[in-house]
Nanobody, 117 residues
Framework: QVQLVESGGGLVQAGGSLRLSCAAS????????MVWYRQAPGKQRELVAT???????NYADSVKGRFTISRDNAKNTVYLQMNSLKPEDTAVYYC???????????WGQGTQVTVSS
């Protein structure tokens, strides 16, 4: 079973940047898409960005133009480049994969992103 480990979170001032990484323990070539979700305190987990096997990307409206998702299949790693960060981006960020059946893999521990104003 492929396991995922997120890293790269931290504390940053508003307007700053962070790059999150998600390393998979096995190949990610056979999944439909890789995704990044986030969950802020007291809120539901929300989808932030998706990259399909074919390279198509999609973003939540709240992060369009600021976040970029990418994947390195050779390294079994997915990235989330976050620019122009805002305090409302503060959350725990999780990566996962979505199978062609629509189901997801196991959720990891996530990585905390805190944006100060």
């Amino acid at each position: 079973q492929v396991q995922l480990v997120e890293s790269g979170g931290g504390l940053v001032q508003a307007g700053g940047s962070l790059r999150l990484s998600c390393a998979a323990s096995g190949s990610i070539l056979s999944v439909a898409a890789m995704v990044w979700y986030r969950q802020a305190p007291g809120k539901q987990r929300e989808l932030v960005a998706t990259v399909t096997m074919g390279g198509t990307t999609n973003y939540a409206d709240s992060v369009k133009g600021r976040f970029t998702i990418s994947r390195d299949n050779a390294k079994n790693t997915v990235y989330l480049q976050m620019n122009s960060l805002k305090p409302e981006d503060t959350a725990v960020y999780y990566c996962n994969f979505r199978r062609y059946t629509g189901s997801f893999g196991s959720w990891g521990q996530g990585t905390q992103v805190t944006v100060s104003s």
